[in-house]
């Protein structure tokens, strides 16, 4: 870092906030970036969270790796949202919110592009967008502040946060931003640019939008390729070089809307795949890859993909890891090649979602009672000690004996690994609330009510009477608070800026999370915070209709009548299940 960096006037504050690294820069890149001036189009990506959060997301890398890719004369830098601390510091001081590598501010730029990977980081985006002295609303701004753009999951329900964001942009950044980044870059004035987007398939302008018109999602079938990534200057939440196996998901889970959004499925090539890990290792020196996907031992070519990395990445100190793994033997053996110079003390995590065969069924998870058995004891004759495993409550038809069944297979697990002889065997249980998602079959759903996964918390919990079983579950406030937030309107928005006004921020972190506000913003803008977490009926029009993610309505309709029904839907991967896309073998 050049000298009178350390003299620029946010370094007055540093001495004065928890974790000044989040805010000092000294980043490591390779290549060279385009400077300021040179620049046509500067673009400052926003993550509505910390530092070390934010620089953990594969997207931002994806994302800003594409548009330098696009031209040399684009400019793409990121901003993260601060901590209360520097928030109040920031605004003490009248200093502005600065970009992380060029140190400009951030209403310099021609465009601000958000990332909405979760429902309770709405608040953190107002923070950001008034600390860069720009209007929340964007019908208040003006020729000289930069278009607010949003992608991401929220971009599938964005009437909620509609009358803040300019453009959403539905579907990957890899389809989208061919078309878009040459209008930006020639665009006239904010009304005349703000009409020529709207006019561009995938992207959704409240200001300019008409009723009934559908916005549909657009995919790639050739995302885009790492050969190196920014390397952080401090320890992030995920700190390793990662590649993308493959999008989309098959097995279709009811609840999980990732599995149904990001259809269908599409795999980069093993060749593909293991160039751009040793790419990224070679240009970085991280020292732990991981393979991303929704669910990476799903890729067809895992095996030989990590059996081709194997022996370059042990001889190099390189861990490898698979975020995701399924109860099944494959799995296992796969976790135990991945395990090379690692320790299996420090335990092997699996996600049964349902206690019983029968909610098993309803939530279409395609496992049963006997593989979970059959993959638990692989696990501890093979020399793991300790399991984790992950639960959700509240889930449609769930009964107690559900509830119940939750400790017992738990016990269970425990059991089994005291019995093949592991005296120090352990398990840990994490159980969530299920919330309602749009895009699902279960989109439709009730949520249950906080003092419902209360009680149903507590009576997993009266069950456990052995140390070396512990069970936690999520708090119920926040998962409510997602529930209201994740099927909202166009009133939401009002909700959203009354909480954030009264001092909501952070409402992801538990030490920031407070209720209170939220439930007197509902009540302020005089609606009923039941009404966000009812059941619908099939027949009621939703406010994320409009959006067309390629997967058919009817089939989702299909799919909730096959999970009262207790009807499995097999693999879209083995054949078509009929959910509307037109898929390409």
């Given at each position: 870092?050049?000298?009178?960096?350390?003299?620029?006037?946010?370094?007055?504050?540093?001495?004065?906030?928890?974790?000044?690294?989040?805010?000092?820069?000294?980043?490591?890149?390779?290549?060279?970036?385009?400077?300021?001036?040179?620049?046509?189009?500067?673009?400052?990506?926003?993550?509505?969270?910390?530092?070390?959060?934010?620089?953990?997301?594969?997207?931002?890398?994806?994302?800003?790796?594409?548009?330098?890719?696009?031209?040399?004369?684009?400019?793409?830098?990121?901003?993260?949202?601060?901590?209360?601390?520097?928030?109040?510091?920031?605004?003490?001081?009248?200093?502005?919110?600065?970009?992380?590598?060029?140190?400009?501010?951030?209403?310099?730029?021609?465009?601000?592009?958000?990332?909405?990977?979760?429902?309770?980081?709405?608040?953190?985006?107002?923070?950001?967008?008034?600390?860069?002295?720009?209007?929340?609303?964007?019908?208040?701004?003006?020729?000289?502040?930069?278009?607010?753009?949003?992608?991401?999951?929220?971009?599938?329900?964005?009437?909620?946060?509609?009358?803040?964001?300019?453009?959403?942009?539905?579907?990957?950044?890899?389809?989208?931003?061919?078309?878009?980044?040459?209008?930006?870059?020639?665009?006239?004035?904010?009304?005349?640019?703000?009409?020529?987007?709207?006019?561009?398939?995938?992207?959704?302008?409240?200001?300019?939008?008409?009723?009934?018109?559908?916005?549909?999602?657009?995919?790639?079938?050739?995302?885009?390729?790492?050969?190196?990534?920014?390397?952080?200057?401090?320890?992030?939440?995920?700190?390793?070089?990662?590649?993308?196996?493959?999008?989309?998901?098959?097995?279709?889970?009811?609840?999980?809307?990732?599995?149904?959004?990001?259809?269908?499925?599409?795999?980069?090539?093993?060749?593909?795949?293991?160039?751009?890990?040793?790419?990224?290792?070679?240009?970085?020196?991280?020292?732990?890859?991981?393979?991303?996907?929704?669910?990476?031992?799903?890729?067809?070519?895992?095996?030989r993909l990590i059996d081709e990395l194997a022996e370059?990445?042990?001889?190099?100190?390189?861990?490898?890891?698979?975020?995701?793994?399924?109860?099944?033997?494959?799995?296992?053996?796969?976790?135990?090649?991945?395990?090379?110079?690692?320790?299996?003390?420090?335990?092997?995590?699996?996600?049964?979602?349902?206690?019983?065969?029968?909610?098993?069924?309803?939530?279409?998870?395609?496992?049963?009672?006997?593989?979970?058995?059959?993959?638990?004891?692989?696990?501890?004759?093979?020399?793991?000690?300790?399991?984790?495993?992950?639960?959700?409550?509240?889930?449609?038809?769930?009964?107690?004996?559900?509830?119940?069944?939750?400790?017992?297979?738990?016990?269970?697990?425990?059991?089994?690994?005291?019995?093949?002889?592991?005296?120090?065997?352990?398990?840990?249980?994490?159980?969530?609330?299920?919330?309602?998602?749009?895009?699902?079959?279960?989109?439709?759903?009730?949520?249950?009510?906080?003092?419902?996964?209360?009680?149903?918390?507590?009576?997993?919990?009266?069950?456990?009477?052995?140390?070396?079983?512990?069970?936690?579950?999520?708090?119920p406030e926040q998962t409510f608070l997602e529930g209201?937030?994740?099927?909202?309107?166009?009133?939401?928005?009002?909700?959203?800026?009354?909480?954030?006004?009264?001092?909501?921020?952070?409402?992801?972190?538990?030490?920031?999370?407070?209720?209170?506000?939220?439930?007197?913003?509902?009540?302020?803008?005089?609606?009923?915070?039941?009404?966000?977490?009812r059941e619908r009926g099939e027949a009621e029009k939703?406010?994320?209709?409009?959006?067309?993610?390629?997967?058919?309505?009817?089939?989702?309709?299909?799919?909730?009548?096959?999970?009262?029904?207790?009807?499995?839907?097999?693999?879209?991967?083995?054949?078509?299940?009929?959910?509307?896309?037109?898929?390409?073998?």
């Amino acid at each position: 870092m050049e000298f009178e960096e350390f003299s620029r006037p946010e370094w007055r504050l540093m001495s004065q906030v928890s974790r000044p690294s989040r805010y000092c820069g000294s980043e490591w890149r390779p290549g060279e970036k385009i400077s300021w001036d040179e620049a046509k189009l500067r673009i400052c990506l926003a993550f509505p969270d910390v530092y070390e959060t934010g620089m953990s997301y594969y997207g931002f890398q994806i994302i800003e790796s594409f548009i330098h890719e696009q031209s040399k004369f684009y400019l793409a830098d990121r901003v993260y949202c601060v901590w209360p601390d520097m928030e109040e510091l920031m605004r003490r001081e009248n200093m502005p919110l600065i970009s992380v590598e060029h140190r400009r501010p951030v209403k310099d730029f021609d465009v601000l592009a958000f990332t909405l990977p979760h429902e309770t980081s709405y608040t953190n985006i107002l923070t950001i967008l008034d600390l860069s002295g720009l209007r929340l609303r964007n019908s208040e701004r003006d020729e000289n502040s930069p278009l607010v753009i949003a992608g991401g999951y929220g971009a599938y329900t964005p009437e909620v946060m509609s009358e803040f964001i300019d453009v959403f942009c539905v579907g990957e950044a890899e389809a989208l931003l061919p078309e878009l980044l040459p209008v930006l870059e020639n665009g006239n004035n904010r009304e005349e640019l703000l009409r020529e987007i709207a006019k561009l398939p995938g992207f959704y302008v409240p200001l300019c939008h008409n009723e009934g018109e559908i916005v549909t999602r657009q995919i790639t079938r050739n995302f885009h390729t790492l050969h190196s990534m920014i390397i952080p200057s401090i320890n992030i939440v995920h700190d390793r070089a990662a590649v993308e196996l493959f999008r989309g998901c098959g097995r279709g889970c009811r609840f999980c809307q990732a599995g149904m959004v990001n259809r269908p499925v599409r795999e980069r090539s093993v060749e593909e795949a293991s160039q751009s890990i040793m790419d990224i290792i070679n240009s970085t020196g991280w020292e732990e890859a991981g393979l991303m996907s929704l669910a990476s031992c799903d890729y067809s070519g895992i095996e030989r993909l990590i059996d081709e990395l194997a022996e370059t990445l042990n001889d190099r100190h390189v861990k490898l890891s698979l975020p995701s793994l399924r109860m099944d033997g494959f799995s296992v053996g796969l976790a135990e090649k991945l395990e090379g110079l690692r320790s299996k003390h420090g335990g092997i995590t699996f996600a049964p979602e349902a206690g019983t065969q029968r909610l098993r069924d309803v939530i279409n998870k395609g496992i049963n009672e006997e593989m979970i058995i059959k993959c638990v004891r692989e696990i501890f004759s093979r020399g793991w000690e300790h399991v984790k495993l992950y639960f959700m409550m509240g889930l449609p038809t769930e009964t107690e004996q559900d509830l119940d069944a939750i400790a017992s297979l738990s016990y269970q697990v425990l059991k089994l690994g005291r019995a093949i002889g592991r005296k120090r065997a352990s398990v840990s249980v994490s159980v969530s609330g299920f919330v309602p998602k749009a895009h699902t079959p279960f989109q439709w759903e009730r949520q249950n009510s906080i003092e419902e996964l209360k009680d149903k918390g507590r009576r997993i919990k009266s069950q456990v009477h052995d140390r070396a079983l512990s069970i936690a579950y999520h708090e119920p406030e926040q998962t409510f608070l997602e529930g209201l937030l994740s099927r909202g309107d166009k009133r939401t928005c009002e909700v959203i800026l009354r909480a954030w006004e009264t001092g909501a921020r952070f409402d992801s972190w538990t030490e920031y999370f407070n209720l209170q506000r939220w439930l007197d913003a509902f009540e302020q803008c005089g609606l009923n915070p039941e009404e966000f977490t009812r059941e619908r009926g099939e027949a009621e029009k939703l406010s994320w209709d409009f959006i067309n993610v390629g997967v058919d309505k009817n089939f989702l309709l299909r799919e909730r009548h096959n999970a009262y029904n207790q009807k499995l839907t097999f693999d879209c991967r083995t054949g078509c299940a009929g959910c509307g896309l037109k898929c390409k073998k």
